[in-house]
């Protein structure tokens, strides 16, 4: 997610360290000049993709702070993400996309976007009413990063549910009450394949190597996940070579 201010060019990304979020993150900084990555810690089964966000951040010259909402793992258990000694992580490919897997968070996604808009709306009224931006001057977005092509099938991923937040952000809000400000939801990637997102994060320069994917924490990816079993799909589409993956 990346939030910007139009008017002071403030702004802040939410990086979760994968492929994804990294692409939209690259794509982000050339949108505002001044960027802060947010990177949410909810109790997930291991501290890899947060690390990794904090490299990809420095690599691209954004500042970087780590929320703890470790909180989130205490009402979002039922996922494999969070609970992991109760659901293991699934590895048949095959089952990708026939229905929502156990790796999906309840509401992790809608619980981000509510986050990530509160602090863009903080951001967005202090400019209008303690700096004097005027609202006319003023555009609030968030950038965020699903998918709905090559996925595990979650569904807060698809472009209707974004549709739907974005209303319910003008309805909820002092920006859309007061000020008739949208809160944007611009969503880059989410009609793209793994494959077009790989060649959009290299055009974009960003830093693959330092992205992390896999579900488990190991030293390399496991390659059977359905993160990993994605991630490799969409890099032997697009032609181009994995790093993160040993060879020769």
């Known amino acids: 997610v990346s939030c910007g201010v139009v008017g002071d060019e403030s702004g802040g990304v939410l990086l979760s360290g994968g492929l994804d979020s990294t692409t939209v993150t690259a794509y982000a900084v050339g949108r505002s000049d001044h960027l802060t990555a947010m ?5 997930q ?11 990809v951040a420095a690599v691209l010259g954004v500042a970087h702070t780590m929320l703890d909402v470790a909180f989130l793992k205490d009402v979002a258990w039922y996922s494999a993400l969070t609970s992991p000694e109760a659901f293991a992580v699934p590895k048949d490919a095959s089952a990708i996309g026939t229905g929502i897997p156990i790796t999906y968070v309840p509401l992790r996604n809608t619980m981000f976007l509510s986050l990530s808009a509160a602090l863009l709306e903080s951001k ?25 092509i ?16 974005a209303k319910t952000l003008r309805l909820g809000s002092k920006l859309g009450a ?18 077009e997102i790989v060649q959009m994060a290299v055009e974009l320069g960003a830093p693959l190597d330092l992205t992390w994917s896999c579900y488990e924490g190991g030293e390399i990816p496991c390659n059977e996940c359905d993160s990993c ?17 040993p060879h020769g």
């Open 229 to 245: 079993v994605l991630r490799a799909k969409g890099f032997a589409e697009a032609g181009v070579t994995d790093p993160l993956i």
């Open 39 to 43: 990177t949410f810690h909810y109790g």
């Open 45 to 55: 089964t291991h501290g890899k993709e947060v690390e990794c966000a904090a490299r």
């Open 124 to 148: 967005v009224l202090h400019a209008i009413e303690v700096e004097g931006v005027p609202a006319s001057e003023v555009a609030a977005r968030l950038y965020m990063a699903p998918n709905a």
């Open 178 to 195: 007061k000020y008739d400000i949208d809160i944007e939801i611009e969503t880059p990637i989410i009609h793209l394949s793994k494959a």
């Open 150 to 165: 090559d996925y595990s099938g979650y569904p807060d991923c698809r472009p209707e549910f974004y549709e739907q937040m």
